[in-house]
């Protein structure tokens, strides 16, 4: 919807791009679809100079045929109604240009844009089997920046900087959206209205310049042709070098790979200069089509070494997050003062270990340590040098069972577990010997340089392959208890009991 002052603006437009009535009158013709080819004929022969141009497309390599044809009615019969109306349009477009002053509009590019465009957008729709569209796809692309002539003529003093501010064309509709609150495209869908073109042509030339979708729908790969068209003919006025890259990124919408698009374009170069002859435009620069290979395959190279690095990104972001995940689960599953196992992981551990166990009747042993008289080493030399004991104590659990099969850890406080998967009582029994040895001759801290020896009681609850404990809450409980008869028989001791019950005293 163009706002409201610029439309009352260009209504009041006296120097509007217009068309003579031959070309409004085959429009009309071209809409009712009862008029015949004979009407469209007569209406031709009005305008001499655009019946020769007619004759001229007919027999040009893009329509060739057997033979030429030699009046209007074969002509029109062989390009369409489509074809004619295009042709009509754009030739009575750039005639009426060419008497009218345009200063800082490069009309040359201008033309030279929507012819390749209208070439491009039909050519794009044959590769989707969309023939059915492709003459009404020209028409609509070849006038899909009408609507920069429109807003010139109705405010050329505004217009103009916007022209010369803008880089691309891209840039252009930013500029006209930011100062006119629209755009050419919606003023070239305006003007293509009061010209009484189709509502299809008129919606197409609206939405040129929008975002292209992804889509099984006819109505939007036609859209999509249109939208192409005007990437392709911007790149190509630039060059090989960007139009590699305006190939590239049309490939997931056409299904051409590179060799494919370029030899369509190379196709369309080769009917470019018989077309624009008929419109009167320039030609422009050439394309070399090994250059434009050698610009494919190296957008291709760039692309597989930004691939590479974004894999390469991707697999160390990955193995940050598997690392982050490591050290989180380490951090839940270990006491943070020393290192061992805690409290819940152990439990989980144990749980599985014991049901194990039981099914298969196999031993398990558990050991609860408790240090002796604890209180005492935080009371007379704080709790930095009691935290230094237990640390002390841990080093001497985690160097003993290192390479063993073992869990280690911190049931609380001064409290310390061992599990010994698949080991009796005999063997059990044998570490708290090699436990107590390490405790008696080493000294687990220092104050001022004095060492601080301690002691500890232990209690072990230890599944024979002969008997079974009832449940893992029945063997914790046991090894702790048998922890607490050491510390009450004088600490210092060792507590077994084996499955089924049989208590012996260390």
């Keep these: 919807m163009l706002p409201y002052g610029l439309r009352q603006s260009l209504e009041q437009c006296t120097n509007l791009p217009s068309l003579p009535a031959a070309v409004l009158r085959v429009i009309e013709l071209a809409r009712d ?36 044809v030699e009046d209007l009615q074969q002509a029109v019969s062989r390009i369409g109604m489509e074809k ?16 009218q002053a345009f200063p800082g509009m490069d009309l040359e590019h201008y033309w030279q844009r929507s ?7 039909k050519s794009l729709a044959e590769t989707l089997g969309l023939d059915a569209e492709g003459g009404a796809l020209y028409t609509a692309s070849l006038l899909q920046d009408i609507g920069m002539l429109a807003l010139y003529a109705v405010d050329a003093g505004h217009y103009r900087p916007v022209l010369e501010a803008a880089a691309d064309h891209a840039s252009l509709l930013e500029e006209e959206r930011r100062f006119y609150g629209t755009d050419h495209a919606e003023v070239g869908a305006w003007l293509a209205a009061r010209w009484k073109l189709s509502e299809r042509t008129a919606h197409w030339i609206a939405q040129s310049h929008e975002i292209m979708a992804r889509s099984d729908s006819r109505t939007t790969q036609a859209l999509n042709c249109l939208i192409a068209s005007g990437a392709l003919a911007d790149a190509w006025l630039k060059g090989e070098a960007a139009l590699s890259v ?14 494919g698009m370029i030899e369509k374009i190379m196709t369309l170069q080769e009917q470019l200069p018989s077309v624009a002859a008929l419109y009167n435009v320039a030609l422009p620069q050439p394309l070399n089509a090994n250059q434009l290979m050698f610009e494919a395959k190296l957008l291709l190279a760039e692309q597989n070494v930004r691939l590479q690095q974004d894999l390469l990104r991707q697999q160390q972001e990955i193995e940050a997050l598997r690392q982050q995940q490591e050290m989180l689960s380490h951090q839940v599953r270990v006491d943070p003062l020393t290192g061992l196992y805690n409290r819940r992981y152990l439990e989980q551990r144990l749980e599985a270990l014991f049901q194990q166990a039981s099914v298969n009747a196999d031993s398990l042993s558990l050991i609860f340590i408790d240090l002796d008289r604890f209180k005492h080493v935080n009371d007379e030399f704080g709790h930095a040098t009691g935290d230094d004991v237990l640390k002390g104590f841990a080093s001497i659990l985690t160097d003993m069972f290192i390479d063993d099969e073992a869990l280690t850890g911190r049931y609380g406080g001064e409290e310390f577990v061992v599990v010994l998967p698949g080991a009796g009582s005999d063997v059990a029994r044998q570490r708290v010997k090699d436990i107590r040895r390490q405790v008696e001759a080493k000294a687990l801290a220092h104050v001022h340089g004095v060492p601080i020896l301690v002691t500890a009681s232990y209690g072990i609850a230890a599944m024979e392959k ?3 404990f009832a449940s893992i809450g029945e063997l914790i409980e046991t090894a702790d208890q048998c922890m607490y008869r050491s510390k009450r028989n004088g600490y210092n001791r060792v507590t077994v009991v084996t499955a089924p019950a049989s208590v012996t005293q260390m």
């Design 466 to 468: 002969a008997g079974q």
């Design 33 to 68: 679809p009862e008029s015949s080819i004979q009407q469209i004929v007569t209406t031709l022969g009005t305008d001499p100079a655009l019946s020769v141009r007619v004759l001229s497309v007919a027999n040009t390599v893009y329509f060739t045929q057997t033979r030429p």
């Design 84 to 99: 004619t109306l295009s042709l009509a349009l754009g030739c009575s477009l750039v005639s009426a240009t060419e008497n």
């Design 246 to 259: 305006a190939m590239a990124s049309l490939e997931q919408y056409f299904g051409l790979d590179s060799p």
């Design 115 to 121: 012819l390749i465009c209208a070439l491009s957008a």
